[in-house]
Nanobody, 116 residues
Framework: QVQLVESGGGLVQPGGSLRLSCAASVSIFSMRAMGWYRQAPGNQRELVAV???????NYADSVKGRFTISRDNAKNTVYLQMNALKPEDTAVYYCNAASPYSRQYWGQGTQVTVSS
C-alpha cells in the first residue's frame, strides 16, 4: 500500500512563497509519475504539476513560471515550490502517485490559503 503524506501548507500573503512536501512510503522512482493537484471549494480537483519518471514536467497554465515541481528519489519525496502566490491559489493541495499499472494514490491533502 502506498502512503503519501503532504506537509508545508499554511496561510501566506499574496506574493509570498510556500514549499509543499510529499513523503511517500515507497520508492517514488518506481512510480510512473508524481504530481500535485488542488481543489478549491466548489471546484473540481485540478492538475497543478506533474513530474514523470521519464520525460518533461508539466504545469497548469495558471501556475507556469510561478510553481516548480521537483523530486528527491533518495528521500522518496516530491516538492512543490510555490512563488508569487495569488488568492486564487487558495485550495487544498493533494499529492498524487501514478503506478506503472495506472493505479492512483492520493495523500490526505494540505490547505494553502493566500490572503492578506
Amino acid at each position: 500500500q502506498v502512503q503519501l503524506v503532504e506537509s508545508g501548507g499554511g496561510l501566506v500573503q499574496p506574493g509570498g512563497s510556500l514549499r509543499l512536501s510529499c513523503a511517500a512510503s515507497v520508492s517514488i522512482f518506481s512510480m510512473r509519475a508524481m504530481g500535485w493537484y488542488r481543489q478549491a471549494p466548489g471546484n473540481q480537483r485540478e492538475l497543478v504539476a506533474v513530474i514523470p519518471s521519464r520525460g518533461p514536467t508539466n504545469y497548469a497554465d495558471s501556475v507556469k513560471g510561478r510553481f516548480t515541481i521537483s523530486r528527491d528519489n533518495a528521500k522518496n519525496t516530491v516538492y512543490l515550490q510555490m512563488n508569487a502566490l495569488k488568492p486564487e491559489d487558495t485550495a487544498v493541495y493533494y499529492c498524487n502517485a501514478a503506478s506503472p499499472y495506472s493505479r492512483q494514490y492520493w495523500g490526505q491533502g494540505t490547505q494553502v490559503t493566500v490572503s492578506s
